[in-house]
């Protein structure tokens, strides 16, 4: 069984930044954070493929850089230049065995 401990969201005006963490209770090399607004479907974000290359979301590229520490199991997500339209809930994600392994989810919420 996985566990994901997500921590960092909060509150932050349109221009500021906020670094997402999630921690992961073994090593996994296939993370994401996915993110869900209001009335919306959870969508992909940022990810690290099995190959640790990385992905991002058209919107957020350029702006949000995930990156992890193998040490600690933990996968970050870095967000500058906040949006109004990045608020939402975001969630770690985690694919291991074969299953797919959510974190509890953390609210980001941007201020115009």
């Known amino acids: 069984q996985v566990q994901l401990v997500e921590s960092g969201g909060g509150l932050v005006q349109a221009g500021g930044s906020l670094r997402l963490s999630c921690a992961a209770s073994?090593?996994?090399?296939?993370m994401a954070w996915f993110r869900q607004a209001p009335g919306k479907q959870r969508e992909l974000v940022a990810q690290?493929?099995?190959?640790?290359?990385?992905n991002y979301a058209g919107s957020v590229k350029g702006r949000f850089t995930i990156s992890r520490d193998n040490a600690k199991n933990t996968v970050y997500l870095q967000m500058n230049n906040l949006k109004p339209e990045d608020t939402a809930v975001y969630y770690c994600?985690?694919?291991?065995?074969?299953?797919?392994?959510w974190g509890q989810g953390t609210q980001v919420t941007v201020s115009s």
């Open positions: 073994v090593s996994i090399n296939r």
């Open positions: 994600n985690a694919y291991y065995s074969f299953k797919d392994y």
């Open positions: 690290f493929t099995s190959t640790l290359n990385t």
